[in-house]
């Protein structure tokens, strides 16, 4: 099969020549190994290693590696390919197509968990099918997220837990991303043609963004992004803190904003972890895009003047291309309203540090739909939150923008 020189593994995130990739015996018949790799991954004991089948490399030719190999050990053919530094089993589209890590990124209750888990719902059942689309899971992802995300915010109506710290509890499944193939038609010269994307979400604790030693360990896959969501959550600004009543602003954060890592402290953190993977001056910009995004937005609507654009509906899909003159607007209203609120140092960060950079407002449970105080929600209705997935997928040409 085709495909590309280098890949990206989704898993652990490290670049591999595709010449290097392994592949697993699959033969229950064979013998079972120690599997050091693997061990390592899941933070094991490797003193008492994980059990599993060999691995082996294929030869390859060209750009090219076979769709198949045979077990040295029992000489059965297999079509498991295998990440070389892992030894997770990798999906297709990362072969054969674009790898699209998006870094969701923020302070502690900024809402990341609950971004996460709703716009995986809304790709699934509604962006991807107004693209002409479709997106699947790979392995166990599709389970593992009904059994977690989609089950206590659809199923269960409540909102969900504080994500655990990967550090803290290795056990705990965070350190597993979540990795879909987004799958969308395009028009070629004489046909219809497929192109396939890997999607990898990655839902992080935020004390696991608290220092940089945490930071290189935990989160090397932010510095592999195609794209970076920044949340900032509005309960960390005063000025709109203060046209909020207490009530409002303790059930749109259990956690004190006292406690929360400022969040330009965070992305001075995030930028300078990405400088030292790629080795760049500290001076030197950063070209992954960011799209820098306020949370809970139905909590601050209230505050938002009248006719502004983030308060009508996302026209993205509806369009089926990324609308510019919608996404001009919004971007102008929440650069003016970080202003108003005082909150310059973070423009300022993101300003310094990166080339191409983009502001929004979304509500990942909907206006009107804040927890009650046992937790209980309405299903998700949200606001705005695929804007800023759309524009990284415009700006890495997965989708096309509008001509106005």
């Not at 030693?213 to 195609?226: F, G, R």
């Not at 809970?296 to 938002?304: E, G, S, T, Y």
Request: hydrophobic share 35%.
């Amino acid at each position: 099969m085709a495909i590309k020189q280098t890949f990206i593994c989704p898993f652990c995130f490290e670049e591999h020549k595709t010449s290097n990739v392994q592949f697993r015996c699959t033969n229950r018949r064979c013998k079972d190994v120690e599997d050091i790799e693997l061990t390592r991954y899941e933070n094991g004991d490797i003193s008492i290693p994980k059990m599993g089948k060999s691995t082996f490399r294929a030869a390859s030719k060209g750009k090219s590696i076979p769709k198949s190999a045979k077990c040295p050990e029992c000489n059965s053919s297999t079509y498991a390919v295998v990440c070389p530094s892992c030894h997770n089993k990798l999906p297709e589209s990362t072969l054969l197509g674009k790898d699209m890590i998006i870094s969701v990124v923020g302070s502690r209750e900024t809402g990341k968990s609950h971004f996460v888990g709703v716009i995986i719902n809304e790709l699934i059942e509604r962006i991807s099918v107004k693209y002409g689309g479709a997106m699947e899971g790979f392995d166990d992802t599709m389970s593992r997220y009904k059994a977690g995300a989609y089950q206590k915010l659809y199923m269960d109506m409540q909102k969900l837990d504080l994500t655990k710290s990967s550090v803290q509890d290795v056990n705990n499944g965070a350190y597993r991303p979540l990795i879909f193939t987004l799958k969308l038609k395009h028009k070629a010269l004489f046909k219809e043609k497929i192109d396939s994307f890997t999607l990898v979400f990655f839902d992080t604790a935020g004390e696991d963004l608290n220092d940089e030693d945490t930071m290189s360990t935990v989160n090397k896959y932010i510095c592999k992004s195609a794209g970076i969501i920044f949340l900032l959550d509005p309960m960390q600004i005063p000025a709109v803190r203060n046209q909020l009543d207490e009530n409002t602003v303790s059930r749109a954060s259990s956690v004190g904003w006292k406690q929360a890592t400022r969040s330009d402290d965070i992305m001075s953190r995030v930028s300078k972890l990405i400088r030292n993977d790629k080795k760049m001056k500290s001076e030197a910009k950063i070209n992954i895009p960011v799209a820098a995004v306020f949370s809970k937005f139905d909590v601050i609507a209230p505050l938002i003047p009248e006719g502004s654009t983030v308060l009508e509906t996302s026209p993205h899909c509806n369009e089926k291309v990324f609308d510019m003159s919608d996404w001009h607007n919004v971007d102008s209203e929440i650069r003016s309203l970080l202003v108003e609120w005082g909150a310059e140092s973070f423009i300022s960060q993101v300003d310094l540090n990166y080339t191409n950079y983009s502001y929004f407002a979304v509500s990942a449970l909907g206006m009107d739909n804040n927890p009650k105080e046992d937790r209980r929600i309405d299903r998700p209705r949200p606001h705005r939150i695929e804007d800023p997935l759309l524009w990284i997928l415009k700006e890495n040409g997965v989708i096309k923008p509008s001509k106005k």
